[in-house]
């Protein structure tokens, strides 16, 4: 079956620091790759996605790189800032799912990330 | 211009009560979900509609009843309220196509953050 394992928080860390939250995944398909971010109070936002192998999603200085070999799409950023503060989700979606599970979207647990200045 | 809006953003009631939660998505997709948040932020896909057509339906007591009018609309009905209902609930939409060669983008509504005392 599909489904996404990412590290548990929570995830303390200075600003300027450097930030990876790990994401592995399990899929039957193809699937497309996802991470999404929840800030306080707020629904989720796409934060980037990758739809196949070696591609590399990136957004507001985050990146993550779909890598097929190690079913992996961990999270990274090089500087963090406090306004990064937020949760931080990782999911697929498997293109190969029909019928009751089209369109589904399988998320991890949510990794909590606090930035301090 | 919200591409996905939910009301309430706050509903509070008591146990046994009967409520709804609306929403809408002016994103023109043909498919629409309810997640359901719980207070570990762990988020948990109850139904999806495409095309006004039920196509996912989790283990969801059936206290739960979603109803879609339009492609633009889908309503969730909750019956019965019991405390283990509290929890934040999120409607997302997004465009699903059998052959798609990229991956489901899903937007998010803000969320309703029921609570049942």
């Known amino acids: 079956g599909n489904s996404v394992t990412q590290m548990e928080g929570p995830v303390t860390l200075s600003e300027e620091a450097f930030l990876t939250i790990n994401c592995t995944y399990t899929?039957?398909?193809?699937?497309?790759l996802f991470w999404y971010v929840q800030y306080p109070g707020e629904g989720l936002q796409l934060l980037l996605k990758?739809?196949?192998?070696?591609d590399k999603g990136s957004n507001k200085g985050f990146e993550a790189t779909y890598r097929k070999e190690t079913t992996s799409f961990h999270l990274e950023k090089g500087s963090v800032q406090v306004s990064d503060s937020a949760v931080y989700f990782c999911?697929?979606?498997?293109?190969?799912?029909?019928?009751?599970?089209?369109?589904?979207?399988?998320f991890g647990r949510g990794t909590q990330l606090t930035v301090w200045p | 211009d919200t591409a996905v809006s939910q009301t309430p953003k706050y509903l509070v009631t008591q146990m046994g009560n009967d409520k709804s939660i609306k929403c809408e998505q002016n994103?023109?997709?043909?498919?629409m979900y309810w997640y359901k948040q719980d207070s570990k932020k762990f988020l948990k896909i109850m139904f999806s509609?495409?095309?006004?057509?039920?196509?996912i339906n989790e283990t969801v007591p059936n206290r739960f009843s979603p109803k879609s009018p339009d492609k633009a609309h889908l309503n969730l009905h909750i019956n019965s309220l019991e405390l283990g209902d509290s929890a934040v609930y999120f409607c997302?939409?997004?465009?699903?196509?059998?052959?798609?060669?990229?991956?489901?983008?899903?937007?998010f509504g803000p969320g309703t953050r029921l609570t049942v005392l």
């Open positions: 997302a939409s997004s465009q699903v196509i059998p052959a798609l060669v990229a991956g489901d983008t899903q937007y």
């Open positions: 899929a039957t398909g193809y699937p497309s």
């Open positions: 990758a739809t196949k192998a070696d």
């Open positions: 999911a697929l979606s498997d293109r190969a799912d029909r019928g009751s599970t089209l369109g589904r979207l399988y």
């Open positions: 994103l023109g997709h043909d498919t």
């Open positions: 509609y495409n095309n006004k057509e039920l196509i």
